[in-house]
Every structure is written in structure tokens, then in C-alpha cells.
């Protein structure tokens, strides 16, 4: 499902304040919602009324039978994806993000891509989010940008991705950081998830990893 990068529309920037409450006013009424909101008070919900503080563009939160939630939202021009395993969330010691950004040119519609994985070592409920300017996700994408059409690099060119976070690891890190604390704490919201944010705190492990680049062309359709 993560992969699947040229189903992906792109939307209007998360600076526009009176659209995005449009977006999640819109959200709300969708269907999907009544599955996880109370149905007599979607609006007042802890989790919706969280996810309208975010100001995110929503496009999809689903629960799975077996456990997941896939969550799909946008901050300015950039999607993100994540799949949340709640039935193996202490297990799992990483938590991976599908970031896509779709550009335009003279000629046709491309596709940047970026899947970073990050450690829950520093998972923090209820942190006030104040920074969404992306700073460093926007100068990863213009280094990928930068290379050639066709690139899809994975871990196994580890060397290459590294050498796309020089200067800019930690930049991405603090975003990244923000960007999952919003996330687990808005699945903390709803009353069936309980998230311990002390279990990871001994992580060792690189807090961030480029796991996947791309920079493709989209299908003519």
C-alpha cells in the first residue's frame, strides 16, 4: 500500500489555515469516521478535536482487523503515510513514514519519495507541536530532486542515502521527532490505546534512517 506513490493527488499548503478546516470538517462527515468517532458526538470526540488542532489535511484513517491503523495526511505539499501495529507496538522498536511530494514542470508530473524510519525512543504525548515549516524534509527532497529520473535507491545503498542526510540529519531528526509525537498521541486519543512513552527510552539505535528514495515520472493515465 506504501508504495504505491503515483495514486497519490497532491494538496493545497497547510499554511492555508480556513482550507485545511474545511478538509477536516469535511473528514468527519466521511463515512470511515463513524467507525472510530462516537457516533453522537464525532465533533467533540478527544481524538477529532486533536486532529483539528493539528490542522492537518486527513486524507485516510483506517483500523484494520488485525490491529493496524493506516493514517495518510499532509503538512504543505508533502504527504505522509505510516502504518501503526498496535498489536506488536512494543515489539517493533522503529515506526516508518512514506513522505511523497509531487512536482510539476513544464513537461509533465513527477513524483520525489522518501521513506524514513525512526526510532520511539523519544515518543513524548502531548508535546505542543511548533514547527511545521519542514525545513529539513524540504532540503532532503531538493537533494533528491537534484538526481537523475528512474533513481530508486534502497538500504542496501546505504552509503548514497547517508550521504543525503550530511548537513541536514538533525534538522530532519526535530521534525520527524514532532511529526510522530503528533501522530501517537492523536491514536492515544481514542480510549482502546494505551502508548507507555517510557518503554523505548533506551533505544540505542540511529534515531532516524533513510530507508528509500525515489524520483519518478507519474503514469500517463
Known sequence: MLDKVLNIEANKPYADRKSAARTYEKFIRQHQAQNFFPKDSIVFSPAAIYLSKLNWFVKEVQFTSDGKILFSF???????????????????????????????????????SATISVNKSKINLEQVIDNYRL??????????????????????????????????????????????????????????FKINENYFKNINSEFILLERISKEYAEQR
Open 74 to 112: 499532509s503538512i504543505s505539499d508533502y504527504e505522509l503515510q505510516t502504518t501503526i501495529d498496535m498489536v506488536n507496538f512494543y515489539k517493533e522498536e522503529r515506526q516508518k513514514y512514506f513522505i511523497v511530494n509531487k512536482i510539476s514542470d513544464e513537461y509533465r508530473n513527477y513524483f520525489l
Open 135 to 192: 525545513t529539513g524534509i524540504r532540503n532532503l527532497f531538493s537533494k533528491i530532486n537534484s538526481m537523475n529520473f528512474g533513481t530508486r535507491l534502497l538500504r542496501t545503498d546505504s552509503y548514497v542515502l547517508n550521504g543525503l542526510l550530511d548537513g541536514i540529519s538533525d534538522e530532519i531528526s526535530y521534525e520527524m521527532e514532532q511529526i510522530q509525537n503528533a501522530v501517537y498521541t492523536f491514536i492515544q486519543k481514542f480510549d482502546k
